[in-house]
């Protein structure tokens, strides 16, 4: 019987692994585990995989007894480093990916990780300089450059961010990203919505301290207002009504819904946020879509169609309110939030959000045959200690 050599079996694995059979390759690896249960580079490339599978746990757990073993390893100190970020352990992350530079000081990846981490703490000013090593490093990366960029645009260094902003562009990976971005520094015209990759890759990222981040240090409480106005006219928190709640997030605003819900369901485009909504235990059916497409599934369905700081990132929302208009049962009613604008109809905000004007809604509501109810101005959050001015509406179907 020959013996099975270890070596050899990574080699396959990694071949698997590059070649995105992701299944054969975690097989391989654990091939070497039964033989080696120390190899280290067995345990990180486990935890690449479980990582890329969204089992971040796992993943941390794999990576963290590779770095155990091996605890001067900068590969694994940048793939510990990365994984942490990912899982909001951002002061983890950030002594791990600093250990993995110091160890290896050319490893742009982990510089741009880096940035990113300091930048997500609200250290920006520390960021820009790991930011900048990564995109010397690596002058032809779109991701480094986009990383540059928005940091740059976070310190007002709007010349800069255009610039790199430009250069990423150049990158088809983030392309679609950057020309958003660009768009949101007045270097080019804006497009009618977010990019939906952005939005997802953006939850997805904050998914981890979504609600200590918003509900804490933000001040998030847009659901509750929503919920309060339903009440103030007169709507009966009796548990009737069959409830959509478009970008449900972690599902902050379908604890506010649910006392009007006979029906809970979901939709979001981050499968991040939707894994915590479903660990709640609230909602009925949760939905990975895009809420112009789950919106005309069911025609006339709905008792209540609501969005919380989702239409923000829409910009024009003609084909919104009238997909709102026949979604819901005669009587149902529509409530969301929209950040205010001077600009008619909306204007791209330097925080990549759309700002809409007033007036332009009432007329978009009055074409989709959706009376007013109600419609309030509000303080939806604070931003670097800034009150964000929003709209708070509630429509009815004639």
């Not at 486990?46 to 091996?70: C, F, K, M, S, T």
């Not at 009504?241 to 604890?255: I, N, Q, W, Y």
């Not at 049962?329 to 109809?345: C, D, Q, R, T, Y």
Request: net charge neutral.
């Amino acid at each position: 019987m020959v013996a099975l050599d270890p070596l050899a079996l990574l080699r396959q694995g990694l071949a698997r692994h590059q070649a995105g059979d992701l299944a054969g390759a975690e097989r391989l690896f654990r091939q070497v585990l039964a033989l080696r249960p120390d190899d280290g580079n067995a345990l990180n490339l486990l935890g690449q995989i479980a990582r890329a599978r969204g089992d971040l746990p796992e993943a941390l757990r794999l990576i963290g007894r590779a770095v155990a073993l091996n605890p001067g390893a900068p590969v694994f100190l940048a793939a510990h480093g990365a994984a942490l970020a990912e899982a909001g352990q951002l002061p983890q992350a950030e002594a791990a990916l600093r250990a993995a530079v110091a160890a290896r000081p050319g490893d742009a990846v982990s510089l741009r990780n880096l940035g990113q981490v300091l930048s997500t703490q609200g250290r920006v000013g520390e960021a820009l300089a790991p930011l900048r090593q990564a995109v010397a490093l690596q002058p032809g990366s779109g991701p480094a450059h986009l990383a540059l960029a928005h940091a740059c645009r976070e310190a007002g260094l709007r010349e800069e961010a255009a610039t790199h902003a430009a250069r990423a562009a150049a990158d088809p990976g983030v392309a679609e990203q950057a020309r958003f971005l660009q768009a949101a520094l007045g270097a080019a015209p804006p497009p009618e919505r977010a990019p939906a990759g952005y939005v997802r890759d953006l939850f997805d990222q904050y998914a981890p301290r979504f609600d200590a981040d918003l509900t804490g240090r933000l001040g998030y409480r847009t659901p509750a207002m929503l919920a309060g106005m339903l009440r103030e006219a007169g709507v009966a928190a009796d548990g009737s009504r069959a409830v959509l709640d478009l970008g449900c997030g972690t599902g902050l605003s379908g604890e506010a819904l649910r006392p009007f819900a006979r029906v809970l369901e979901g939709v979001d485009l981050s499968p991040r946020m939707l894994a915590a909504a479903r660990a709640r235990g609230i909602y009925h059916a949760l939905h990975e879509a895009d809420l112009l497409d789950v919106l005309p599934a069911r025609p006339g369905h709905w008792g209540l169609v609501a969005a919380a700081d989702v239409l923000n990132y829409l910009g024009d929302l003609s084909a919104v309110l009238p997909a709102m208009a026949a979604a819901l049962a005669p009587g149902g009613l529509a409530a969301f939030s929209l950040e205010k604008g001077e600009e008619s109809p909306c204007a791209l905000g330097p925080d990549l959000r759309y700002r809409h004007h007033p007036g332009h809604l009432r007329a978009l509501a009055a074409a989709a045959g959706l009376e007013i109810l109600a419609e309030r101005e509000a303080e939806l959050r604070r931003e670097k200690g800034v009150p964000v001015a929003g709209l708070l509406w509630l429509l009815r179907r004639g």
